[in-house]
C-alpha cells in the first residue's frame, strides 16, 4: 500500500468543508451547534456553496431520519434497535447533532485515518458540550485516536484493508444482524477503484439489512469535472476512482455489482428540487439574493441511498 503522503493535505479539505458548513449555519441555512469546534477561521461562502452544502445536509438528514423512524408507530419495547456506521467520518458532526434532539440511534461509529480521529478525539476530550454528548463514561485516547462510549465510537483505520475493517467492527461492538445505515461521503472516490470496489461488496456482505448513503464527485470530463480535478490533484489529493465510477449508471453499477439489491442515483439538481421545499428554497434565494442551480448526483440502496455531489 503506497504512503498516504497528502493526509495533511485531506485534513486541510476536511477543514475546508468545516468552514463551508459554518458558512451555511451562519446564513440561516441549517442549524449546527456544534461545528465551531471543529473550524479554527469562520469565512463566508457564495451561494451555491451554500446551497450545496445545505442540499447535502438536508438529503442526509431526511433519509437518515427516515431510516432511524421506520418502526416509530411500534411501541418502544418493540422497536428494532439501529445502528450507523460513518466511513471517513473527519470532523461530521452528525451524531452530535442527533445527540441534542434525542434521536440518536442506539450505535453510532465513526471511523478514519488515525491522523483524523486523533485530532478528533482530542476536540472531543478538550470541549465539554462534545464531551458530554458522548457519555460521561467514554474512555477518549488522544494518543489511539479513540473514544469509546456506550453509544457513540470513534476509531482509526485504513479502510482500504478489510481485515482491520473487520477487527474494528467487532471492537466497536456493531451487530452486522441490525439495522446500518452506512454513510460515505467524499471518501471511496478517493481510494483506487478496487479498494472502493472491496468496501462497497464488503458492506454488502457483513451487513445483513442495511443503507449505504454516498455522496461523491462525477462527471469528470466536462469543464466543470475538468477544473475540480486539477484542482485537487494541485493540492495531493487526486480522485482516484473518479473515471471508474464518473456518472450516475456507474455508480449504480458499482453496487448492484457488489451484491446490494437496489441502487438509484440522482443528481443534486433533482435532490435541491425533490428534497427542499419551495417555500424553503425562496427562502435561501432571498437570503443569497438569486436562485442557483448545479448538477450532481445520489445514490439509493435498499432502501439505501446513496448520493453523488460535485
Same mark, same amino acid.
Given at each position: 500500500?503506497?504512503?498516504?503522503?497528502?493526509?495533511?493535505?485531506?485534513? *486541510?479539505?476536511?477543514?475546508?468543508?468545516?468552514?463551508?458548513?459554518?458558512?451555511?449555519?451562519?446564513?440561516?441555512?441549517?442549524?449546527?451547534? $456544534?461545528?465551531?469546534?471543529?473550524?479554527?477561521?469562520?469565512?463566508?461562502?457564495? #451561494?451555491?456553496? &451554500?446551497?450545496? $452544502? /445545505?442540499?447535502?445536509?438536508?438529503?442526509?438528514?431526511?433519509?437518515?431520519?427516515? /431510516?432511524?423512524?421506520?418502526?416509530?408507530?411500534?411501541?418502544? @419495547?418493540?422497536?428494532?434497535?439501529?445502528?450507523?456506521?460513518?466511513? =471517513?467520518? =473527519?470532523?461530521?458532526?452528525? $451524531?452530535?447533532?442527533? !445527540?441534542?434532539? =434525542?434521536?440518536? #440511534? %442506539?450505535? $453510532?461509529?465513526?471511523?478514519?485515518?488515525?491522523?483524523?480521529?486523533?485530532?478528533?478525539?482530542?476536540? *472531543? +476530550?478538550?470541549?465539554?458540550?462534545?464531551?458530554?454528548?458522548?457519555?460521561?463514561?467514554?474512555?477518549?485516547?488522544? +494518543?489511539?485516536?479513540?473514544?469509546?462510549? @456506550?453509544?457513540?465510537?470513534?476509531?482509526?483505520?485504513?479502510?482500504?484493508?478489510?481485515?482491520?475493517?473487520?477487527?474494528?467492527?467487532?471492537?466497536?461492538?456493531?451487530? #452486522?444482524?441490525?439495522?446500518?445505515?452506512?454513510?460515505?461521503?467524499?471518501?471511496?472516490?478517493?481510494? @483506487?477503484?478496487?479498494?472502493?470496489?472491496?468496501?462497497?461488496?464488503?458492506?454488502?456482505?457483513?451487513?445483513?439489512?442495511?443503507?449505504?448513503?454516498?455522496?461523491? !464527485?462525477?462527471?469528470? %470530463?466536462?469543464?466543470?469535472?475538468?477544473?475540480?480535478?486539477?484542482?485537487?490533484?494541485?493540492?495531493?489529493?487526486?480522485?482516484?476512482?473518479?473515471?471508474?465510477?464518473?456518472?450516475? +449508471?456507474?455508480? +449504480?453499477?458499482?453496487?448492484?455489482? !457488489?451484491?446490494?439489491?437496489?441502487?438509484?442515483a440522482w443528481d443534486m439538481l433533482r435532490v435541491y428540487?425533490?428534497?427542499? %421545499?419551495?417555500?424553503?428554497?425562496?427562502?435561501?434565494?432571498?437570503?443569497?439574493?438569486?436562485?442557483?442551480?448545479?448538477p450532481c448526483a445520489v445514490k439509493n440502496d435498499i &432502501?439505501? *441511498?446513496?448520493?453523488?455531489?460535485?
Amino acid at each position: 500500500m503506497r504512503s498516504w503522503s497528502w493526509l495533511e493535505d485531506n485534513i *486541510i479539505i476536511l477543514e475546508v468543508c468545516g468552514k463551508n458548513v459554518l458558512s451555511c449555519v451562519k446564513k440561516g441555512y441549517m442549524k449546527d451547534d $456544534y461545528v465551531h469546534f471543529f473550524v479554527r477561521r469562520p469565512v463566508r461562502r457564495s #451561494p451555491i456553496i &451554500n446551497r450545496g $452544502y /445545505f442540499s447535502r445536509f438536508a438529503a442526509l438528514r431526511k433519509l437518515l431520519f427516515q /431510516f432511524l423512524n421506520s418502526d416509530a408507530n411500534l411501541e418502544e @419495547d418493540r422497536r428494532t434497535k439501529k445502528q450507523v456506521l460513518s466511513l =471517513g467520518a =473527519g470532523f461530521d458532526t452528525t $451524531y452530535f447533532q442527533l !445527540q441534542e434532539e =434525542g434521536k440518536a #440511534p %442506539d450505535l $453510532y461509529v465513526e471511523l478514519d485515518f488515525k491522523e483524523v480521529t486523533t485530532k478528533k478525539a482530542a476536540l *472531543i +476530550e478538550i470541549h465539554g458540550q462534545l464531551r458530554e454528548k458522548v457519555g460521561a463514561t467514554a474512555l477518549i485516547s488522544r +494518543e489511539k485516536g479513540e473514544v469509546l462510549g @456506550d453509544h457513540y465510537k470513534l476509531l482509526p483505520v485504513d479502510l482500504r484493508d478489510i481485515q482491520k475493517l473487520d477487527d474494528v467492527i467487532a471492537l466497536a461492538n456493531l451487530d #452486522p444482524s441490525l439495522p446500518t445505515f452506512i454513510i460515505a461521503e467524499c471518501v471511496l472516490i478517493y481510494l @483506487d477503484p478496487d479498494s472502493s470496489r472491496a468496501i462497497v461488496g464488503w458492506a454488502s456482505k457483513t451487513f445483513s439489512t442495511a443503507v449505504f448513503f454516498l455522496y461523491e !464527485q462525477i462527471h469528470p %470530463d466536462d469543464a466543470f469535472g475538468e477544473q475540480m480535478i486539477r484542482n485537487l490533484e494541485s493540492r495531493g489529493c487526486g480522485l482516484l476512482g473518479i473515471y471508474a465510477t464518473p456518472t450516475l +449508471e456507474a455508480k +449504480e453499477r458499482l453496487f448492484l455489482e !457488489q451484491g446490494w439489491q437496489r441502487a438509484v442515483a440522482w443528481d443534486m439538481l433533482r435532490v435541491y428540487s425533490k428534497f427542499i %421545499d419551495a417555500q424553503e428554497r425562496r427562502r435561501h434565494a432571498g437570503e443569497d439574493g438569486r436562485e442557483i442551480m448545479w448538477p450532481c448526483a445520489v445514490k439509493n440502496d435498499i &432502501n439505501k *441511498i446513496l448520493e453523488v455531489f460535485y
